[in-house]
Nanobody, 119 residues
């Protein structure tokens, strides 16, 4: 079992920045950030594999940066130039093997942290 604990999030105005962090209780090959807005399905925002491979949703490319510290089993998401449509609950997720885009493929989930962007 892997425990994931997210920190960060909060409320900012459009154009602002926020940072999210996730602490994992042990190593997993793939770690990712997902988000879910009210009434919408959970979507992958960014993912990072242990070998450095990364992936971003088109809507956040150039604005969000995912990073990972393997030694500390932590995952971070730097979010810049935030937009109201970035509002939602952000979840840290982990998968023991290669990263996949579907939320259903992830093995472990944190409880989430709320991000609210006002216009």
């Amino acid at each position: 079992q892997v425990q994931l604990v997210e920190t960060g999030g909060g409320s900012v105005q459009a154009g602002g920045s926020l940072s999210l962090s996730c602490a994992a209780s042990r190593y997993t090959y793939c770690m990712a950030w997902f988000r879910q807005a009210p009434g919408k399905p959970r979507e992958r925002v960014a993912a990072m594999a242990s070998d450095g491979w990364t992936a971003y949703a088109d809507s956040v490319k150039g604005r969000f940066t995912i990073s990972r510290d393997r030694a500390k089993n932590t995952l971070a998401l730097q979010m810049n130039n935030l937009k109201p449509e970035d509002t939602g609950m952000y979840y840290c997720a982990a998968r023991v093997s290669v990263c996949q885009e579907s939320a259903s493929a992830m093995n472990y989930w944190g409880k989430g942290t709320l991000v609210t962007i006002s216009s």
